[in-house]
Nanobody, 115 residues
């Protein structure tokens, strides 16, 4: 069992930056960790994930602007978001994948980008 708590969301102007954090209740060293987002009226989508080996993967919309990273010693995953756009407005969720499924989810943090 893994509990995940996100923080760092808020209101930012277009072009600004935010860094989201996801604190896990136990070691995340062996897990794949990801960030998802869900905008109003839209399906939840994968934004980025990082493997246990540190390899990263990004959605097209996030490439070049967002960076996922993790600190195994702190059991924390980060999402650095730069050059934010109004289209990035969503609730952002941290998730942990065990096997082939994203089994554990945080409660979400709201990100609002004003134009």
């Amino acid at each position: 069992q893994v509990s995940l708590v996100e923080s760092g969301g808020g209101l930012v102007q277009a072009g600004g930056s935010l860094r989201l954090s996801c604190a896990a209740s136990r070691s995340i060293f062996s897990f794949i960790m990801g960030w998802f987002r869900q905008a109003p009226g839209k399906q939840r989508e994968l934004v980025a994930f990082i493997t246990n080996g540190g390899s990263t993967n990004y959605a097209e919309s996030a490439k070049g602007r967002f960076t996922i990273s993790k600190d195994n010693a702190k059991n924390t995953v980060y999402l650095q978001m730069n050059s934010l756009e109004p289209e990035d407005t969503a609730v952002y969720y941290c998730a942990c994948r065990v096997g082939i499924q994203w089994n554990y989810w945080g409660q979400g943090t709201q990100v609002t980008v004003s134009s």
